[in-house]
């Protein structure tokens, strides 16, 4: 497997330059050519594909260009004693290999593809005149090559492409494997994709598992009449779906555990580490650097510097969260409201067409200015790494679209106490959820990708480029012409995995909140969640571009989300159930036993919630205790590494060797039989 | 500092063997000197002392006998690059030293000297002869001196002596350094008894701190008549009690998580470890140890084996939990309520007196019983370490003590919902345990000392080997007639600790769940506090015998019973305030409401509950992760030492010497000046 990769490694970088129109005579003053021959200088295997409108370079890496890249970058490995290492080509046997039988991951190749590519400067000790197109212009001692093409604007983009190869394999085995159910290939999914869209799968596929207990559950309640056994029945359903989604948030914590067991990533490191692009503000970080570094020094000094730097970002961020809170409920609350009582009170079915594209029109921007302030916002909190700030943002947007979702229901709600009416509600927002969002977020993306190869023949044609009918060719063109995995709420921080998870956070809340009042909406979320791992596996792998690997390994933010939205689900289903034992409105309630009541359960989250405010582990402990794992991984790594690797080949030890031996072979033959 | 140890090692261990009457002719023969020789042989310098009833052997150690027997039970220990290495007497510069300035912990040195002791066999290939009082036995080749000696009653006991000097320094610094108030010398502690009792005081010390606070609050509600205001200044005064407790709880785990650092304990690890004595059953564990192999050689059937054993370890858990729960609801409340119940009814203060004697009479003995069913219990569970066992053994006898001390408040709350009966019964039982209690916690002891005292100067006088005034004049066996510190519940898995952090949790439950009806019980609670830091450090240097030390590193089960006891009164306070605004009793609350509403606070729990039930890291990957944890320190472990204690020794890296430099010769020189 190993030497088969080494034959011929597939190209997984294009970078995008502008057709050219004129050939420079001058080949070693060729823009491109120069940066094709850096590129070959660094170790890359480099092929150029002429596209319609666009010239490609296509990158692929060896081994050992990798394993250089890995070594400057300092990435951290596990080897075979279980732990992490600092790469080395030399060792590489001392190193597990991932479940595909390749050393680094994807998350790791392109780390370092990118290291690379961005890491070519003009080392020459001169002055180089480059041209391009007849235009000149001076790459100077030591600058950036790639920084300088981008801002005169002859690289336009970066991108990673599609391994055909393997793209296929999944689409057969992933993609069009409807019969599978909620079963999928997670392993190929994570060598394919990385970890943090392997474990969204996996989630989606557990949750839907799961889901089908209750689907089962709620249909029955929902097509045999009990009869008066009608109020005992309810109530046990409620209890049963508490329970249920209490244990799955648990199991999924263990399985994420046993998945990152599985594909040898240690938690904590990649926490800590995170993903860092070079062109991020890293001042935040450098911050805890220069902290760390005053604590050695003067440790008594330097822990309370640490501890002021560690609640000012923790005021920061309440700062934040706040403003964010109260501008939801100052602007958007009325907002939501008069939506849905202006929809309540108007009788005409145009007005109220126009009333819904208005304000589906409206919310669109809301949302979008709203990401950008909170991301402006994150820059100002002290979060420890790009995760760390994707869930703060994902936290403060999806204050948003929860009062978005759920505030017309609750006023549907709270206006009618029907259980009628809500249940109409919630049916339209379901089947509308399911059918339009699947529709939207599977064929937007194609009309754009079909629009942009529109546009592409469009204008050769007006340029009397070329006649006849326009086809593309290379593979790379088209890859570049399909949209990017991205969010909806802006580029920054999160991608596309941000809808993804929205979605399914809304579903949940909208099944979870009105369990009482509609069980077959777990049957209804069921199908689509099925419908959902194909779609969502089709878009990934056809309509899109191939997306950026993140380094996360865990849901993240959204865990946090469900577990909100249980506990909502209790006090919401627990007025579904009065409102039900009640219709004819006779319980009352003391309003000061009931301003009693909601300041206990004001307390109650209070308590449980106060210990995710403040954490267990003071931050100059933490930094300390990171800075020691480092330190020790840092002075056993050579001699270590040395002694694993020699144990590995020579086979000295069987106790190191049954990885190799018995679950990797394995494995790998497998997927060679 | 190190020189000066090696000089003149403190006796910190006795041997206890009976006065001989007659003395053997043959000293080879003879069994005591044939002991002292062997415990010569293994490098413990020993000092023979002849007491009044008994003889005893005063052993202590130089670095290097310790070192080889910290080097054979490998125990490891933080090294200046922050990794735990195994400890190697050669490379004793690469270790961090205690703040004291030795290189082993007190709880370390009791763990070497207990290994060296109780590792005396026969190794001289020969059956041996001993005697003893004319008595013959025979040492067989490769059996254990200390089991035969113990098994013939020889050997009477092991135990801990007190260091003179350090106990002199502490009496003076700690126990009668009363108008320090909270402030205590917790490094000293944490030198002199170990983690866990350190850890006890430092949180005895930090909660009587953060008490001062409400108590403040408390009296001013307390002697201040707001008027009409009441109503509104009680709510208030339940809000910051519950937030107080909140916060107090976490920061707590932060002080905890401080400490740790400042000891250079690895939480994690200690935890893991456990503090093995050799004669306790490891069945469990050893299990535990074939099942990782099994991993090993076959992932698939090892996973499924292991989840087997981890859920079935649960369901004992969950069953022994439920047998408590349920005895202590059918046997154990019927009868509190009958005591209560009989007490009120009862009119002659003589009846009410008796009857209580009879209860108190009664409840020792259920305690007693309870504990030891409990142990047995716990016996069948597969707790981790002797920590977690201790934890279950916590948590299912304080269900008892909680039923004991509340259930007799409720029920006078609740016959007679009336404030001023229920503040007299605070009172009453504040008073009473303060008093009572510190009373009884400090005689109680010195009267059996006395005693024991009074017995042997008795037996002597009788025998009529002695007469006149009789002194012991022998620090050793005046410590042997002290108590030990051990749990009222049984001597098994806890000891003194838990009746200290028992009489806490208590008096914490009571002053929290009344809160509302009587804000003044938080100022008993602190003088209480104030005078219980001294007298328990009193009763732990002066009256009891120095307690064996345990590894522990936290709080453990007690911290978990605060939150407990916080939720209980988050839900009594709001009944509280109920009663206070509706004394007329117009309030009322509809059957069915009142069972939605159980069924609401019900589910909360769960849902905050489940975490704890269920681990988020399945048991395999926390065996694999340990596992592979201790495998690279043992192959990193002498190469790595080398280097560290290299560089320590010739100032190579001024990075790693800043430990020795800034932070521990400042504080050996402070305790020095």
């Not at 380094?551 to 865990?554: G, I, K, L, R």
């Given at each position: 497997m190993n030497e088969h990769e080494k034959e011929e490694p597939v190209f997984e970088i294009a970078v995008v330059i502008p057709r050219r129109i004129v050939q420079e005579k001058d080949v070693d003053c060729d823009c491109v050519n120069v940066l094709v021959q850096e590129f070959r200088k660094v170790g890359f295997i480099v092929e150029r594909v002429h596209g319609i409108a666009e010239d490609f370079i296509k990158l692929a890496a060896h081994l050992e260009t990798l394993g250089r890249a890995a070594y400057e970058l300092q990435i951290k490995k596990r080897t075979h004693i279980g732990m992490d290492l600092q790469f080395q080509v030399e060792d590489v046997d001392a190193f597990v290999r991932q479940p595909d039988g390749s050393i680094f991951s994807w998350c790791e190749r392109f780390q370092c593809y990118y290291h690379l590519i961005y890491g070519i400067?003009?080392?020459?000790?001169s002055t180089m005149t480059l041209k391009f197109d007849g235009n000149e212009f001076r790459w100077e001692t030591g600058e950036n090559l790639l920084w300088k093409l981008e801002s005169v604007n002859i690289v336009k983009q970066v991108f990673p492409l599609h391994d055909e190869k393997k793209r296929h394999k999944l689409l057969k085995s992933?993609?069009?494997?409807?019969?599978?159910?909620?079963?999928?290939?997670i392993d190929e999914i994570y060598s394919y994709f990385g970890a943090k869209i392997a474990i969204y799968f996996a989630f989606l596929g557990m949750y839907t598992r799961w889901l089908l207990f209750l689907a089962a559950f709620g249909l029955v309640l929902g097509f045999i009449d009990f009869g008066s056994l009608h109020l005992v029945v309810l109530p046990i359903f409620f209890v049963v779906v508490i329970l249920w989604a209490v244990m799955f948030c648990q199991f999924w914590k263990r399985k994420n555990c046993a998945l990152l067991a599985r594909w040898f990533i240690d938690s904590s490191a990649t926490a800590d580490q995170g993903y860092k692009i070079p062109?991020?503000?890293e001042s935040l970080l450098s911050l805890q650097d220069e902290l760390i570094k005053l604590l050695e020094t003067d440790k008594m000094k330097g822990k309370k510097v640490f501890q002021r730097y560690e609640w000012l970002g923790r005021l920061m961020r309440f700062r934040n969260d706040a403003i964010i809170i109260i501008s939801i409920i100052c602007l958007q609350l009325p907002f939501e409201l008069a939506y849905a009582h202006l929809y309540e009170v108007i009788d005409s079915d145009v007005m109220k067409f126009g009333l819904t594209a208005l304000y589906l029109f409206a919310i669109q921007y809301v949302t979008q200015f709203c990401g950008k302030v909170s991301v402006k916002l994150i820059r100002y909190e002290n979060n420890e790494s790009t995760e760390k700030r994707a869930d703060s943002l994902v936290y403060k947007v999806f204050g948003l679209y929860f009062m978005q979702t759920y505030i017309g229901i609750f006023y549907h709600a709270l206006l009618h106490r029907n259980f009628l009416t809500l249940r109409k509600v919630l049916v339209q927002r379901l089947l509308l959820s399911e059918v339009f969002e699947n529709l939207l977020e599977n064929t937007l993306p194609y009309f754009k990708y079909s629009y942009k190869k529109y546009r592409v023949r469009h204008k050769k044609r007006e340029k009397g480029e070329m006649t006849g009918k326009i086809q593309f060719t290379h593979r790379a063109e088209k890859e570049y012409l399909k949209p990017a995995y991205k969010a909806s709420i802006g580029e920054?921080?999160?991608?596309?995995l941000f809808d993804d998870f929205l979605e399914l956070a809304l579903q949940f809340g909208m099944i979870m909140m009105f369990a009482c009042a509609f069980p077959p909406a777990f049957a209804f979320a069921t199908v689509n969640n099925l419908m959902e791992i194909r779609t969502d596996a089709l878009k990934l792998l056809?309509?899109?571009?191939r997306p950026v690997p993140r380094?996360?390994?865990?849901v993240g933010a959204w865990l946090n989300i469900f577990q909100f939205l249980i506990v909502m689900s209790i006090c919401t289903n627990c007025a579904l159930l009065v409102w039900l034992y009640d219709q004819e409105g006779k319980w009352s309630l003391e309003p000061g036993l009931a301003a009693i009541l909601v300041m206990e359960h004001v307390l109650l989250l209070i308590k449980f919630g106060f210990s995710r405010l403040v954490p267990e582990e003071p931050a100059w402990v933490k930094a300390n205790r990171a800075k020691y794992a480092t330190q020790a991984q840092d002075m056993c790594s050579k001699k270590l590494l040395r002694t694993i690797s020699g144990e590995v080949a020579f086979g000295e030890s069987k106790k190191l060797q049954y990885h190799k031996d018995s679950f990797f072979h394995q494995s790998i033959d497998r997927k060679e039989d």
């Open positions: 400067v003009n080392s020459t000790g992933w993609a069009f494997h409807w019969w599978n159910f909620t079963n999928q290939p062109d991020s503000k920054e921080l999160e991608d596309g056809v309509i899109l571009r380094a996360a390994t865990t």
